[in-house]
């Protein structure tokens, strides 16, 4: 099996900066699309940052210019560095990752178990 553990969440104040990090492991023999998904309160999880194996990124627009994807290959981590947090950021925040646990395996998608995001003052 493929597990994500998700580190980074908490409390920060409007304005303030988080970084989340989810690092893959297990049974691993390629990943590709890896990303970040979110859900608020009462709301749908909503793709916040997608980065494909090459490097590529894709940003909800509430989140461009202020939220930063990155990727550590050698590590099967991403990482989502958060800068000029809002109170409508606060939701748990998901990561997702494409991945093959063999040459004979077919891509499927993993997510973490989540962690909370909440920006207040």
């Known amino acids: 099996q493929v597990q994500l553990v998700e580190f980074g969440g908490g409390l920060v104040q409007p304005g303030g900066s988080l970084r989340l990090s989810c690092a893959a492991s297990?049974?691993?023999?390629?990943?590709?699309?890896m990303g970040w998904y979110r859900q608020a309160p009462g709301k749908q999880r909503e793709l916040v940052a997608t980065?494909?194996?090459?490097?590529?990124?894709n940003y909800a627009d509430s989140v461009k210019g202020r939220f930063t994807i990155s990727r550590d290959n050698a590590k099967n981590t991403v990482y989502l560095q958060m800068h000029s947090l809002k109170p409508e950021d606060t939701a748990v925040y998901y990561c997702k990752v494409g991945a093959r646990r063999g040459i004979w395996d077919h891509m499927r998608d993993y997510w973490g178990q989540g962690t909370q995001v909440t920006v207040s003052s």
């Open positions: 980065i494909t194996s090459g490097d590529s990124t």
């Open positions: 297990g049974s691993i023999f390629s990943i590709s699309t």
